[in-house]
């Protein structure tokens, strides 16, 4: 099993749309978890950081499942400027393990 | 706000020549990283680093790999002898402490060997 595995994509959406991505690891020992989005050629951002009871920041929700060991991402009402590769990022240790990504194209 | 600067934003070099890739961290930061993106891959982690000296590194930091942290403000990866498989994008991060804490990239340096 990858230490962290995501869908590749693409997600081809609307906008306006509500999707989801899922990414999984197998460190059970991991301890922090975020989703970071990456532009094309650019450095990767910081979307959000994703905790034990879950969270939300505006139309971003972040989901963590210890028990099954995986995390997920909700992103509502699509916008344009949310095309993007969204990496799935673990950190066991000192170490940060990247996901692959999944690419997002929102569709005017 | 403060950022993470490196430099040069593209290196061109032969192959087997050395090149030594800068950063500069965020003033505050305590924990500083390397990072490599090959074209169309994943970001791969190479090494952490605190209180200069390295904590944490990845199986492709081998000894054409070297870090060090010169004079409390830059943070530099050194790779001795380049390869073609070197080509790709190499990230500064750094953060404040350990914990859950945002990292900070650097907006990278692409890396050619020809």
């Known amino acids: 099993r990858k230490e962290v595995e995501q869908d590749p994509g693409p997600f081809n959406v609307p906008e306006g749309a509500t999707v989801a991505f899922n990414c999984t690891y197998s460190?059970?020992?991991?301890?922090?978890f975020f989703w970071y989005r990456q532009d094309c050629r650019k450095e990767p951002k910081l979307l959000m950081s994703?905790?034990?009871s879950g969270n939300e920041d505006g139309r971003f929700t972040a989901q963590l499942n210890r028990a099954s060991q995986y995390i997920s991402l909700l992103i509502r009402d699509s916008k344009l400027s949310d095309s993007a590769t969204y990496l799935c990022?673990?950190?066991?240790?000192?170490?940060?393990?990247f996901g692959k990504g999944t690419r997002l194209h929102i569709l005017p | 706000e403060p950022e993470v600067t490196q430099t040069p934003s593209h290196q061109v070099t032969q192959m087997g020549q050395e090149v030594i890739l800068r950063c500069v961290p965020i003033?505050?930061?305590?924990?500083f990283y390397w990072y490599r993106q090959i074209l169309g891959q994943k970001v791969e982690f190479l090494v952490s680093f605190y209180n200069n000296e390295i904590s944490e590194k990845s199986e492709i930091f081998d000894d054409q790999f070297s870090v060090e942290r010169p004079d409390g403000s830059n943070f530099t990866l050194k790779i001795r002898s380049t390869k073609l498989e070197d080509s790709a994008m190499y990230f500064c991060a750094s953060i404040p402490s350990r914990g859950n804490n945002e990292q900070f990239f650097g907006p990278g340096t692409r890396l050619t060997v020809l």
């Open positions: 994703v905790y034990s």
């Open positions: 990022v673990v950190n066991p240790y000192d170490k940060i393990i």
């Open positions: 460190n059970s020992a991991s301890q922090s």
């Open positions: 003033s505050n930061h305590l924990y």
